[in-house]
């Protein structure tokens, strides 16, 4: 069993910052994949970050802006967000994809909501 524990999502204003934490627990092992989507009202999940083997990846309208890291030691990832837009308001899922026999299999946390507003 896994479990992803997500905190530090809240009401923030434009231009602001936020650090999201996502603690893994569990059976946590042959570890593919850690990172975070979100999803706003209306629209389709997406992928906001996440780091593999091969390094840190980004979607397009967060470079710069958001940064993605890992502890192994804690297996807890985390995405500080800074020069927070209205845009991004959403909520932000921590999710982790293991290497299993039979494929990939994707775990995802309970979901914090990150609104940016005046």
């Known amino acids: 069993q896994v479990q992803l524990v997500e905190s530090g999502g809240g009401l923030v204003q434009p231009g602001g910052s936020l650090r999201l934490s996502c603690a893994a627990s569990?059976?946590?092992?042959?570890?593919?994949?850690m990172g975070w989507y979100r999803q706003a009202p209306g629209k389709q999940r997406e992928m906001v970050a996440a780091?593999?083997?091969?390094?840190?990846n980004y979607e397009d309208s967060v470079k710069g802006r958001f940064t993605i890291s890992r502890d192994n030691a804690k297996n807890t990832v985390y995405l500080q967000m800074n020069s927070l837009k209205s845009e991004d308001t959403a909520v932000y899922y921590c999710?982790?994809?293991?290497?299993?026999?039979?494929?990939?299999?994707?775990?995802w946390g309970q979901g914090t909501q990150v609104t940016v507003s005046s």
């Open positions: 780091i593999t083997a091969d390094g840190k």
């Open positions: 999710n982790l994809k293991l290497v299993r026999p039979y494929g990939l299999v994707d775990y």
């Open positions: 569990g059976s946590i092992f042959s570890i593919n994949a």
